[in-house]
């Protein structure tokens, strides 16, 4: 019997890192920028590694839009932080990105202590969990790779039945039109989003997209109605080190609920939860949550 190819194939491995602070201080409540900033720093030991993950666009010819191998997804705003308090956060690697994973965990440990905030206050690493498993990969100097076991996106590409479901905002989710922010986010625009983020990491990370189902899902899509609506601008800015200038990172957060036949798109929305949509993802932007409900 021949199986049907997934609609989608595509390696990733989350990485739970938690860090315990070990001074109280004060930190900007959206940490995105501030662990990619740490992340990256801890990895420079490791050349080779740290130019194929944090430098992808650079080995592009620096194009803009060139999709980056890892996602970092930050802990929920927090101000300050006490002595004691831990903070985690996601490093999610994608694709032959993944072959690094052993490199990233030796780094975090090497380093161990982690300077953050305006004071550079410090973060002691206390282990690194597999994200999804939970297994150990690292704690107190002992390492288990074999831990750090990687997932298929094929996993998600399950066509389950559904005809309602509510799309949580977690972080603010940056699409852009025609150089502008969209604030009004529909169901299609989120199909689209999913699909053309997943073709443009398959062509790059490896695996594969079924480009005929994609596309069909993004004309279905304009079939599914919207029942509900609380969406708002999120304005925001971070200092960025390497322009030397504030940079604009507003985005929409809040919930959109949708009625229709949403079994084709139960595939590409699960996707989403993992991947995000629209920009800034590697510093934790559009991260989404969706629940399902057959009517």
Request: with cysteine; charged share 20%; proline share 5%.
């Amino acid at each position: 019997m021949n199986r049907q190819a997934p609609i989608f194939s595509l390696e990733y491995l989350p990485l739970l890192i938690r860090l315990e602070c070990k001074e109280t201080t004060r930190l900007p409540a959206f940490l995105g920028s501030t662990l990619h900033g740490v992340t990256g720093w801890a990895l420079t030991r490791h050349s080779e590694s740290y130019t194929y993950v944090f430098e992808n666009r650079r080995l592009g010819g620096a194009t803009q839009d060139i999709v980056n191998p890892y996602i970092i997804e930050p802990p929920r705003p927090k101000s300050v932080y006490c002595k004691g308090d831990p903070l985690c956060f996601k490093l999610i690697l994608i694709g032959d990105a993944v072959r690094y994973a052993k490199d990233i965990v030796t780094s975090l440990a090497q380093a161990q202590v982690f300077g953050m905030g305006a004071e550079r206050k410090a973060f002691e690493l206390t282990d690194i969990l597999h994200g999804d498993q939970y297994g150990q990969i690292w704690k107190q100097g002992q390492f288990n790779m074999n831990a750090a076991a990687p997932e298929n996106m094929s996993a998600h590409a399950l066509r389950e039945h559904a005809s309602w479901c509510s799309v949580h905002m977690v972080t603010p989710v940056r699409i852009r039109r025609g150089g502008a922010l969209v604030q009004h986010i529909d169901f299609p625009t989120i199909i689209r989003s999913i699909t053309k983020r997943i073709q443009l990491l398959t062509e790059r990370y490896g695996g594969q997209m079924n480009m005929d189902v994609a596309m069909k899902a993004c004309e279905l899509a304009n079939q599914i109605s919207p029942t509900s609506a609380g969406m708002y601008l999120n304005e925001m800015h971070r200092y960025s080190s390497r322009k030397k200038e504030s940079v604009d990172w507003s985005g929409m957060l809040g919930s959109l609920t949708f009625e229709g036949e949403l079994s084709p798109f139960i595939p590409w929305l699960n996707a989403a939860r993992i991947l995000h949509i629209g920009r800034n993802s590697t510093f934790g932007c559009g991260q989404i949550d969706v629940i399902y409900r057959s009517m």
